[in-house]
């Protein structure tokens, strides 16, 4: 199969788009008052040409920073684009983080516009907005009647001169520049800023695209403020996904029903629910056909995920178990067209990964960081070992301390330095260039990460929370 192409600017991808896919598929969908509202790539591409011309406008220039506070939706993806299509700098902040994080980050950052949800969650941070940016600056995304709606600066008369001049501003963008700076805290303390580059994304697409297979829909809800839900949008574009927001977290289920997606991403703690949804509608059945489900069941918890053959007998077991309950089980679920899911944030149990990928839904583990882009390995495909991540993307250069065992890389995806931090500059990297993750681990013999703690006794739970025992 043809390798997809992939940009090296988060600004092309896009354009890149639209040459191999065309205008007129579905890009973005969400869901409005029980119906699904759908974004062409032709309209969503012009209403992002029109909110960087509007932002140009008003003297926003290359490198200032620009924040979005919101959850997802399609207009947090069309400021995402036009913010860089003029250089300028992507700062996602969290809506429900505390005051003392937000304050931190919106003055450490300098953020120079702020594009928030609604007038309520504005409400909620007035007095850190008010002191730090201009009344004129703060544009409201779902709030239209607003005197800054965003909805007014996607509007825009005689294009014609102002395309030319945002196309100008394009050409000036270049790989290296920072794209977006994503605050995170990791375990505890002052937030940290990550400064990724349009380079460090898309090489780190490039390297893991193609241990996927390629699917036509997904479901999106994991947060976009998080680099792994971005990245992965980014990746769902150029290989001519479309993309469906769901409406909310507890419609989750019905919304992958619904929708019928090839692939979403999640945590583990969602595929345990699943799981466990299952488990108690076959206990809620009676008889012979209580029986059958969990003997199918009991069957696919037995598979080997390492094998391509489980061998005659059981194979001819689990084809009966498809056809009679697994199958069905799938598709009241999951839906008839799921394929695979991205697993992130923790480890899953080990059964989990038996019964889905028995089922035909194959849960491929990853590990990375935001300060990688964050992917570092990545099962996928022919590549799945229980207990382990994956393999290391290609361009990822992978060592262990030979001190604590410490997982350390360096290679393109990896950042250069924090935002305005001297002192973790100075401690997060080796002499010879390699960034300490502050995860212990080890390469299996056949080429596999497996992940074995914290250097700092500091863990995550399934829900990808970090827990600290001594605490």
Not at 17 to 31: A, E, H, W
Not at 192 to 203: D, F, Q, S, W
Not at 374 to 386: L, R, Y
Request: hydrophobic share 40%; proline share 3%; charged share 20%.
């Amino acid at each position: 199969m043809k390798r997809i192409e992939v940009p090296n600017r988060i600004i092309d991808i896009l354009p890149t788009y639209l040459k191999n896919y065309g205008g007129d598929g579905v890009l973005f969908s969400y869901k409005c008052k029980g119906e699904w509202l759908s974004y062409s790539g032709k309209i969503f591409s012009q209403l992002v040409d029109n909110l960087s011309i509007n932002l140009i406008n008003r003297r926003l220039n290359k490198h200032d920073h620009i924040a979005i506070v919101s959850s997802n939706n399609p207009e947090w993806n069309i400021i995402d684009f036009a913010v860089q299509q003029i250089g300028s700098v992507v700062v996602p902040i969290y809506p429900n983080i505390s005051h003392t994080e937000f304050s931190y980050i919106v003055e450490h950052s300098a953020v120079k516009m702020i594009f928030i949800e609604n007038y309520r969650l504005y409400l909620k941070y007035k007095d850190i907005i008010d002191n730090f940016i201009d009344n004129e600056n703060v544009i409201f995304i779902k709030d239209s009647g607003m005197q800054n709606s965003l909805d007014q600066m996607l509007k825009t008369d005689n294009i014609g001169n102002k395309a030319i001049c945002l196309e100008k501003i394009r050409e000036s963008v270049k790989p290296q520049d920072t794209a977006t700076i994503l605050y995170t805290s990791g375990t505890s303390g002052i937030p940290k800023g990550v400064a990724l580059t349009h380079e460090n994304i898309m090489c780190n697409i490039d390297a893991y695209l193609h241990r996927f297979p390629v699917i036509k829909v997904a479901l999106s809800y994991l947060p976009l403020t998080h680099i792994l839900e971005r990245s992965t949008q980014y990746t769902r574009i150029v290989s001519g996904v479309s993309i469906y927001y769901n409406e909310n977290v507890g419609t989750i289920m019905r919304d992958i029903v619904d929708v019928n997606p090839g692939s979403f991403s999640t945590i583990p703690r969602v595929m345990e629910k699943i799981y466990s949804y299952i488990i108690k509608t076959v206990n809620a059945q009676k008889g012979f056909k209580k029986r059958l489900s969990l003997w199918a069941i009991n069957l696919a918890n037995k598979y080997d995920v390492t094998k391509k053959n489980n061998g005659f007998i059981y194979s001819i077991k689990l084809g009966l178990a498809k056809h009679l309950v697994l199958n069905k089980i799938k598709k009241s679920v999951l839906g008839k067209n799921i394929e695979f899911v991205s697993l992130g944030g923790a480890a899953a149990q080990p059964m989990l990964v038996r019964f889905f990928t028995a089922m035909g839904v194959s849960l491929f583990e990853g590990y990375g960081l935001t300060e990688t882009s964050p992917v570092i390995s990545i099962c996928g495909n022919d590549a799945i070992k229980i207990g382990t991540v994956g393999k290391p993307c290609e361009n990822i250069d992978v060592k262990i301390s030979d001190i604590d065992s410490e997982i350390m890389v360096k290679g393109p995806s990896v950042i250069k330095s924090y935002y305005n931090n001297d002192r973790l500059n100075m401690t997060s990297f080796t002499k010879d260039g390699y960034f300490r993750t502050g995860d212990k681990g080890y390469i299996d013999t056949e080429g596999y990460l497996v992940l074995s703690g914290r250097i700092k006794e500091i863990f995550k739970t399934s829900m990808g929370k970090y827990i600290c025992p001594s605490a």
